[in-house]
């Protein structure tokens, strides 16, 4: 009778620990579940999948750390996002929504780290011209009025019109490439070099008086901001062709095939001009030297997206 009792209340307390041990465990269960960050993401209103790309990313500190905003992942899953720009994409996003546009991230992208979204010659400053041959100037980077480009030399007859200059070890590389064209019965020559401050503003002010500003800012640069001062752009075309039909000669193929061998990219290309400013130029040429041509040219974007991304640091 007594061992009988004893036992009966062993199995009791076996199942009362039981009971014990299985509320604990769910307890902790519980409780990790509702401090996880996917539980904390989906509260603040994100779905599973985008929870799960955030966790990707790992970016979950961020996310926990702000209110839900729809732009962020699209955002940040582009390949050029950078992080230093956030708030710019946001407001210039904001912008186009206030204007009832579409939101394409890419180009968001693209034209916030062009430093593009506000407008040309808006937020400009002065180049970096530490940086060599690599230095850009466009519409939001100058070169000042005494900016000293270095060695300019000038160019013989045999490979430009007369009187143009350029910067010494632009010139061998393009009498480099001049020379393999030639092999090919492809005769390059340089319309234009190396344009100083003062020329640079006769130049466009005839423009502007010509065609009004408007108009002119879409072809020419500005006093400062030509990238013909650093002494590393050339306008090429080839005898017979004007600059207007030159993407249709044979001589502009071969560029396209091998500018990029002798340092030279095409710097204003076709349907880039919400980037560059500028419409497209088939015939001006920039000097990056061999390494970093090959590599904006591989990366397919124009030199001021490649140079915002991968060397303005
Ligand atoms: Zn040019």
Redesign the pocket.
């Known amino acids: 009778m007594k061992k009988r009792r004893l036992k009966k209340s062993a199995i009791i307390a076996s199942a009362i620990a039981a009971l014990v041990i299985i509320v604990l465990i769910s307890i902790i269960i519980f409780v990790k579940h509702i401090t996880s960050s996917e539980y904390k993401l989906e509260k603040l209103g994100y779905n599973e999948k985008q929870v799960s790309e955030i966790i990707k990313l790992k970016k979950e500190k961020f996310f926990l750390n702000n209110d839900y905003n729809e732009n962020y992942l699209p955002l940040m899953n582009e390949k050029y996002y950078l992080e230093k720009n956030l708030n710019n994409y946001l407001s210039y996003i904001k912008d186009l929504k206030t204007e009832k546009k579409k939101i394409n991230y890419s180009d968001v992208i693209s034209k916030v780290n062009v430093k593009a979204s506000n407008g040309f010659y808006k937020n400009t400053k002065e180049a970096d011209t530490k940086k060599g041959n690599e230095v850009l100037v466009n519409k939001f980077y100058y070169l000042t009025k005494d900016y000293d480009p270095g060695e300019i030399v000038d160019m013989s007859n045999w490979y430009a019109f007369e009187g143009r200059k350029i910067k010494k070890e632009v010139y061998d590389a393009f009498i480099e490439m001049h020379n393999a064209a030639k092999k090919e019965k492809i005769n390059l020559i340089a319309n ?1 070099g190396y344009r100083d401050y003062n020329y640079q503003t006769k130049l466009y002010n005839e423009y502007k008086d010509r065609d009004g500003s408007e108009y002119a800012d879409t072809y020419a640069a500005r006093p400062g901001y030509s990238e ?1 001062q650093t002494g590393l ?1 050339l ?1 090429i075309v080839s005898y017979g062709a004007t600059m207007e039909n030159f993407d249709k000669t044979d001589a502009f193929k071969w560029l396209q095939e091998n500018s990029t061998d002798y340092g030279f990219i095409l710097r204003y290309p076709k349907d880039k001009e919400y980037l560059t400013g500028y419409s497209y ?1 088939s015939w ?1 040429y920039r000097y990056l030297g061999k390494d970093l041509a090959k590599k904006v040219k591989d990366s397919g974007l124009t030199y001021d997206e490649y140079y915002a991304y991968y060397l303005d640091k």
Do not use: C, K, P
């Open positions: 234009s013909h752009a306008d130029e001006h």
